[in-house]
Every structure is written in C-alpha cells, then in structure tokens.
C-alpha cells in the first residue's frame, strides 16, 4: 500500500530482456536505504518487488501482464521513474489510499503553463472514466492528484511546482503514456452495489 507522495525521482539502470519478462535496475538511494528483499516499491505508480539491491540501486522482475496493463512496457533505460516505498503504520498519509495497481494507461494530451503552476490534461481509458469525479483522487504515474476537470475521456489536473519539479510529471509531453489507478475506494463500492443488485 502506498500514499501517492513521491519519494523520490530514480533512473532506470538496465533493462535486462527475459523471455517473458523483463529485470530492471533503477537507481534510487533514498527508497534503497533501508530496504530488504521483498519489498515493495512503486516504480512509477507500479508496485514491484526488489529482488536484489546495493547502496544506490534495487532490481525487480516485471512480468507479462504488468507489461501488458502499464506504461513499463515502453521503458528505457535512461528514462526517470517515479519511487515511493509502502507505506508504515507510522507515514504521514498525505495523499490517499494508492495500492500500486495500475488500472490503464493514459496519455497526456496537453500542457498550459502559467507562472505559478501547470494545467494539464490527460486521456484516462474509457472504462476507468465511472471512476473519475471532479474534485476525487486519482493517481498519475504514482503521483496521488486531484482530478479539477472532467470531460468525456479525460480529466484536468494543476499541478505545483513541488510536483513539476520532483516527478515525472515535470518533462512529460503531449502524447507520453502514463499510468493510471483509479481510487480503490470508488471501484470497492461498485462491487458492492453490483452484489445487492444480484
């Protein structure tokens, strides 16, 4: 479980390519000091398991089906990645409630600067759109956010300087795919709503 408050800014490594899989190395010192085999690190919003690690990196397998539902399938070594580490029962919970399960991916589709902060907007794939309400949480790329628009396939976001500066969120373009979690908490009531109508 994750807060969507980004650690830290890491850098992918190498990308070694399995036969169904591939094994990435990504830097990030802060999220490795105190880590242990078997623990969880969200890779961009993508919750991965370090598998081996030293003093500035970790390494984590990626299967098929995580390639198949995140933007992890176009990586490059080189490109940066945003980190954050599970969650203690003694974080601050400054975001909400963020399980490091991506739900699709999005793409941004467009940038206005101002002089204080950024409006972006961002193409959320069609059937995550029930999950979306004005002024609800959502995570981009890890990155818990406020959703301040909505239209029929995407949603708006301002973004500060913290986060322009400290994410990814900061040098992606138009047309650059993010990740996307809806709020576990819209998708849990659906289910539940959906058992009483049965």
């Known amino acids: 479980m994750f807060t969507g408050i980004v650690e830290e800014l890491g850098k992918v490594r190498s990308i070694e390519v399995l036969e169904d899989a591939l094994r990435l190395t990504i830097e990030g010192p802060t999220v490795v000091s105190d ?43 080189g490109d940066p990645v945003n980190l954050e580490r599970a969650m203690t029962a003694a974080t601050r919970f400054g975001g909400h409630v963020v399980q490091g399960h991506v739900d699709g991916v999005g793409e ?56 322009l500066a400290l994410t990814t969120l900061g040098s992606k373009k138009p047309g650059d795919k993010v990740n996307v979690e809806a709020d576990v908490m819209a998708k849990h009531i659906e289910r539940l709503l959906e058992a009483r109508n049965i």
Not at 39 to 55: H, R, Y
Not at 118 to 137: A, F, N, T
Request: proline share 3%; net charge negative.
């Open 108 to 163: 941004i589709i467009s940038r206005q600067p101002s002089e204080n902060w950024e409006w972006v907007r961002v193409s959320i794939p069609e059937q995550l759109m029930k999950y979306v309400v004005l002024k609800g949480s959502i995570t981009i790329d890890g990155v818990s956010l406020t959703v301040n628009e909505v239209g029929n396939d995407w949603i708006g976001l301002s973004l500060i300087p913290e986060t």
């Open 35 to 77: 880590v242990k085999r078997g623990d969880s690190i969200a890779v961009s919003g993508t919750c991965l398991t370090a598998v081996e690690f030293d003093s500035e990196t970790f390494t984590a397998d990626v299967m098929q089906e995580t390639l198949r539902l995140t933007s992890l399938h176009g990586i490059k070594v």
